[in-house]
């Protein structure tokens, strides 16, 4: 929690990354869909995570919440998905995206444990390099940090840590050619 820097406001951000973790059921004791919200800082000094929504809802309840999440975000904010393995995966991402046409969504399956995903990013918030947005949703991320992996709930951080990672990712438009990030 300390590690984080509290800002009123989000800074100026080159892009931003909207990263989702997905789950379908509305019993309070499994887990939850989250979306996080991040951006790299137009003056290359850190990053912002700017928005965090996290909702136990069954599978249409999700959809509604990621294409309203979506609009808000504006068609500007990249998003990523995870795509499950197998048939039912791949065909729940291609409805995703149909519904999300307009936007910058991809999909991709994850790679690696939750632990090894969220590494790149717990790098970055204990140099300090992180700003968090004041907001109402602070507490519940901040309480899911602090245990993680350890606690009940990992949905944030995973979705935290695929937006991230999917930021660094993205290629970055200069002068009308395409600059790989290494």
């Known amino acids: 929690r300390h590690n984080f820097n509290m800002v009123k406001a989000a800074p100026t951000c080159k892009r931003w990354m909207r990263g989702w973790d997905l789950a379908a059921t509305a019993d309070e004791n499994a887990a939850a869909t989250a979306g996080i919200l991040i951006g790299e800082k137009s003056d290359g000094s850190g990053f912002v995570i700017a928005h965090a929504v996290r909702e136990q809802a ?88 602090e245990v993680f992996p350890y606690g009940k709930w990992k949905d944030q951080v995973d979705a935290a840590s695929r937006a991230f990672n999917e930021l660094l990712l993205r290629p970055v438009y200069s002068a009308g050619k395409v600059v790989i990030r290494i």
């Open 58 to 145: 069954d599978a249409h309840a999700t959809r509604r919440l990621i294409i309203s999440t979506a609009q808000q975000d504006g068609k500007t904010v990249y998003g990523s998905i995870p795509q499950d393995p197998g048939q039912a995966g791949k065909a729940q991402v291609k409805d995703l995206l149909v519904m999300l046409a307009g936007y910058p969504y991809e999909a991709s399956p994850e790679s690696g444990d939750k632990i090894t995903r969220a590494e790149p990013l717990a790098a970055q918030v204990s140099a300090g390099n992180v700003d968090s947005v004041q907001g109402p949703w602070n507490e519940a991320f901040l309480a899911e940090c």
